[in-house]
């Protein structure tokens, strides 16, 4: 492992900067066909990163990777693959162990509201997959390059829902239990190792994902924020090897509340409210 007060590559701050983009490395962004992962590509993209861009939607991801090439000059890469699925995210994780990835964004999951023995067992299987083990698999994938070339930075969305137990959203809160515990863990293995680890933890954010719209109508409007502010905000404290990234006030109070509150408050109060998501 380097050393804290190894200097690391020149022209780099260990556990400060981010690796600069080249013509060989690339960002990785999953979930990248809305929402924040779609910010997130255009951030990187923005910022001069070719991407990496993994969907299921291989259509959506086509789009988005035209309109990043177009408009910043980037080179963006298709991988249209279901994370859920163990047999399509294995050769995955195997290609992305052989590249040079400078930035690996974990942003992909779902939620799924209401009664867990009410919900269908295998799509909740899906949803620990791709929420938890996908994360794990795609971060021990990449993690030995990085560590090779001493430096890199991993972005995992978490969840202030991982904060707290969540009646009536139990599969979607352990699986981000799981993703926050994982990534400020691993950020306390690698320092001074020159890679960055951050947990974005948001709570609402609003994108242009129709399958939002139901939730959406359901939650006040003065919530939410947007994923473009949530992808700078991210990128930014990425490049400052910060622990957690909190956007929005209703985040902020929900990782208040789940660390500091009762649980046996907070639990009925909280799941009461998704609850109502769930109907």
């Known amino acids: 492992m380097l050393a804290v007060d190894d200097p690391g590559p020149p022209g780099r701050l260990p556990g400060v900067s981010l690796p600069a983009p080249t013509s060989e490395n690339r960002a990785v962004v999953t979930g990248a ?59 995955l994780a195997a290609e992305l162990a052989s590249r040079d990835i400078a930035i690996l964004c974990n942003n992909a999951g779902v939620a799924t509201f209401g009664p867990v023995a009410e919900l269908d067992l295998d799509f909740e299987r899906a949803v620990m997959e791709l929420n938890a083990v996908a994360v794990h698999d795609l971060t ?36 981000k239990a799981f993703t926050n515990s994982f990534s400020e863990s691993l950020r306390g293995e690698l320092t001074g190792s020159g890679i960055n680890v951050t947990l974005l933890a948001p709570g609402p954010v609003r994108t242009d994902n129709p399958d939002q719209d139901e939730v959406g109508s359901k939650v006040p409007e003065f919530i939410w ?50 609850k109502k998501l769930g109907g």
Do not use: C, H
């Not at 861009?53 to 249209?80: F, H, K, M, P």
């Not at 993690?143 to 959203?169: C, E, F, K, V």
């Open 225 to 274: 924020v947007t994923a473009a502010y949530t992808a700078k905000l991210s990128i930014d404290a990425l490049e400052r090897n910060k622990m957690r990234v909190v956007p929005g006030l209703i985040s902020k109070g929900m990782s208040v509340a789940g660390q500091y509150s009762p649980r046996a408050l907070t639990a009925p109060i909280v799941g009461a409210f998704y």
């Open 140 to 175: 021990l994938a990449v993690l030995p390059g990085m560590l090779s070339r001493r430096g890199g930075g991993i972005l995992i969305t978490g969840s202030a829902a991982g904060n707290m137990p969540i009646p009536n959203n139990a599969t979607y809160a352990a699986s």
């Open 33 to 91: 066909s809305s929402g924040i992962g779609t910010a997130l590509a255009e951030e990187l993209a923005r910022r001069g990163y070719s991407v990496i861009l993994i969907a299921r939607r291989g259509d959506l991801l086509a789009e988005l990777s035209q309109r990043l090439t177009d408009r910043y000059g980037v080179t963006a890469e298709v991988r249209a693959v279901d994370l859920s699925d163990r047999d399509q995210r294995a050769p």
